[in-house]
């Protein structure tokens, strides 16, 4: 067992987080996740309305009596989701943890903390870290360059912002990015981070509710596998490489607007590529960790067999170099 603030503050047993994810946060991986000890998020946007968003929670009830949360992203959009409706969606279905992402949490927390739900923000430098705290949440999800999705634009990687947000911040720290195995675990926590934050490693797992092609595809990519796109319109996204991606860079490279990008990018095409199994039909997310996995294990082995492996290097590996040479 590994104990830490997150562990004692969330109420699970294992330092372990699946972080929302479009169109893969759904309730047979949530359950999944849950079941196995660690903590897992049902994706709020993935469901069409609030109403399919209280069905999802619901479905996710039936198959663990487990602590679970709902991830609620803010992002730009010409049609802006019925957030405050989601929000109520969430609080009268009784779910106790949220993570926010993508921006503010203010607009979240007024209508949550009244309610006693913990929220988790996602946040992508030091900075922004540091306003989520005073602003009251319970956590801070940090993430680095190496993250799929959106890793901001300061391009700062784990191994430096995790111990910088650490050494700034007072509540506790979730380290997100390239993690895939108990060794990003134990190197997370050495760090300052009280839990690991995982979505492509989830993503590749027997529960995940993508094709298995796309699973197979992750475990035979390797840590080149990625594209960053969008650095021209300041809104990084890290995905996985292929045909779509690699037009989207030849669009933005040649000083394309958005409007050129726009069928290329879209959410729909992105979902038929878990729906579909072909990788090359829409952009999807991935993380540099791609080059990590090798396997598609059930959630409860993943789960356990990181943290076994975790102890397994902190009492033999790490105590070995600690021993006491003879004079």
């Known amino acids: ?83 405050a409706e989601y929000r109520q969606a969430i609080i009268e279905s009784g779910v106790k943890i949220v993570e926010t992402a993508g921006s503010n949490p203010a607009e979240h927390l007024a209508d949550f903390q009244p309610h006693d739900i913990k929220v988790i923000h996602k946040a992508t430098s030091v900075r922004h870290a540091l306003k989520a705290q005073t602003l009251g949440v319970d956590a801070v999800s940090i993430d680095g360059l190496d993250c799929a999705g959106h890793p901001g634009e300061d391009d700062v990687p784990g191994l430096v912002l995790i111990p910088a947000a650490a050494d700034a911040l007072e509540i506790p720290i979730i380290a997100s990015g390239g993690i895939a195995d108990a060794r990003g675990l134990v190197a997370a926590l050495a760090l300052g981070a009280d839990a690991v934050n995982m979505g492509t490693r989830f993503m590749c797992t027997v529960e995940s509710p993508i094709h298995q092609n796309i699973k197979e595809h992750i475990v035979g990519a390797d840590e080149r596998s990625t594209d960053l796109i969008f650095r021209t319109l300041h809104n990084t996204a890290r995905v996985a490489r292929n045909k779509v991606s ?49 396997d598609i294990p059930t959630c409860h082995d993943l789960v356990h067999g990181m943290v076994s492996d975790a102890v397994e290097i902190v009492e033999e590996r790490l105590a070995g170099f600690a021993a006491v040479q003879p004079a």
């Open 246 to 294: 690699q037009e989207v860079l030849e669009i933005e490279a040649r000083g394309g607007t958005f409007d050129e990008l726009r069928d290329l990018v879209s959410g729909q095409r992105g979902r038929r590529v878990y729906e579909e199994g072909d990788p090359d039909v829409g952009i999807w997310t991935a993380g540099l960790c791609q080059g990590l996995i090798h």
């Open 1 to 83: 067992m590994l104990r830490t603030r997150f562990t004692e503050t969330f109420g699970v047993d294992h330092p372990i987080v699946q972080g929302g994810m479009q169109w893969v946060g759904r309730a047979e991986l949530v359950a999944a996740v849950a079941n196995a000890g660690a903590l897992g998020f049902i994706t709020a946007l993935t469901q069409p309305t609030p109403e399919d968003l209280s069905k999802e929670i619901e479905r996710c009830r039936e198959m663990t009596d487990r602590p679970f949360g709902v991830n609620l992203t803010i992002l730009p959009a010409i049609n802006p989701p019925p957030y």
